[in-house]
T-cell receptor, first 112, second 111 residues
């Protein structure tokens, strides 16, 4: 049971480049989310999904796109990278009830 | 909408107790608690549901005051392994399940 798998673990982009952060879970969770973590800011919600084909914006959605074509996958796309998007990105999945979210290991992104 | 955590940081000696608080301005369905060690992903500790009882996990327990929309995490007889950043996450309920996290509390346990 792999849990939540994020790739890549590290990435350096130049300003203006685009890329996709991958996230996959094998726990059949209906809920998936993307967070970014910056020093002193905690975990801020970028986008989330309550099921295949359904997504919604979180607190800081600008500059990011998501889609959810299957239950398992929830990729995050950076359209035109900016230095302000330098951060650690976490994908998480869960089912409402007595269980919490399971987080992926994170992607450390640097935009130069 | 982000819950407010206090204190921002706390330093303990091994064996001492600590309390971390989390408050929301909105009515909550549940409160989650997570611990994150440096360079790692957050790990789920426990969940407090509306109408639920106080939860416990070894020497770590938590409570949820629905009237005040506040939750507290209690760490008793702290161990070195308790060091890390603690986050509360809040769920408002409804059809959209999303967790909104506080800014975290850095807990350092020294020998």
């Amino acid at each position: 049971n792999a849990g939540v798998t994020q790739t890549p673990k590290f990435q350096v982009l130049k300003t203006g480049q685009s890329m996709t952060l991958q996230c996959a879970q094998d726990m059949n969770h209906e809920y998936m989310s993307w967070y970014r973590q910056d020093p002193g800011m905690g975990l801020r919600l970028i986008h989330y999904s309550v099921g295949a084909g359904i997504t919604d914006q979180g607190e800081v959605p600008n500059g990011y796109n998501v889609s959810r074509s299957t239950t398992e996958d929830f990729p995050l796309r950076l359209l035109s990278a900016a230095p302000s998007q330098t951060s650690v990105y976490f994908c998480a999945s869960g089912s409402r009830g007595f269980y919490g979210y399971t987080f992926g290991s994170g992607t450390r992104l640097t935009v130069v | 909408q982000q819950p407010v955590q206090s204190p921002q940081a706390v330093i303990l000696r091994e064996g001492e107790d600590a309390v971390i608080n989390c408050s929301s301005s909105k009515a909550l369905y549940s409160v989650h608690w997570y611990r994150q060690k440096h360079g790692e992903a957050p790990v789920f500790l426990m969940i407090l549901l509306k109408g639920g009882e106080q939860k416990g996990h070894e020497k770590i327990s938590a409570s949820f005051n629905e009237k005040k929309q506040q939750s507290s995490l209690y760490l008793t007889a702290s161990q070195l392994s308790y060091s890390g950043t603690y986050f509360c996450g809040t769920d408002l309920g409804g059809s959209n399940y999303k967790l909104t996290f506080g800014k975290g509390t850095l807990l350092t346990v020294n020998p």
